[in-house]
């Protein structure tokens, strides 16, 4: 209980708010996400998270009712976005990290989201969570290409999933570390294409987005992947 109490005394909770003028109309949605500042696992949105959420905010009539999965979620900003714009969503985060999952039950308590499953699937590993999934329309990925030593992990999940869902996209943003890190062989051996989302073309191109200083300068790029043409 102890530690427990020392958890809950290092969370603090951020707002974004996502605006669109559309239709002579100004559409808005704000969210509240807590951030664990434990150094031991410490939890916070990252420049990844806003960009993809911003995605996710202009394409919310898409969404709508759809089944969205979130790998890696953390502290769940995109997929909160998703379940506050009507779509269905699961959360996921290593199975081995039970401190991740707590955070994805807390972000969605702190916005009233009652109905979002939040399930431990661990990278690379084809657990039965996984193969009981159900169908699935969108997959959600903010800065899972973080370690290089996972980027192949991430996708033979990601492949795994497109496969029993071959109309499924996976939507996913990640940060430029390296010139020399390339998931491009990686998207070639496992069949996958990827499109690249330019920023501007869903006004993500800015330092500051959602009314926070993320993503800065960061160089974050979005991209979808999918099945290739012939392997759907």
Partial sequence: ??????????????????????????????????????????????????????????????????????LGAGVSLPGVVAAKCGAKVILSDNAQTPVCLENCRRSCEANSLHDVEVLGLTWGEVSPEMVLLPKLDVILGSDVFYEPQDFEDVLVTVAFLLRRNPSAQFWTTYQERSANWSIEALLHRWKLNCVEIQLETFDADKPELAGSTLPGNHSVLMMIITLKTEDV
């Fill in 1 to 70: 209980m102890e530690q427990r109490g020392a958890e809950t005394s290092s969370i603090s909770y951020k707002v974004f708010t996502f605006e669109e003028s559309k239709k002579n109309k100004q559409e808005s949605l704000s969210v509240s996400i807590p951030e664990v500042l434990d150094p031991q696992y410490g939890m916070y949105v990252w420049p990844c998270a806003v960009v993809l959420a911003q995605y996710i905010w202009t394409q919310r009539e898409e969404l709508k009712d759809k089944t969205v999965l979130e």
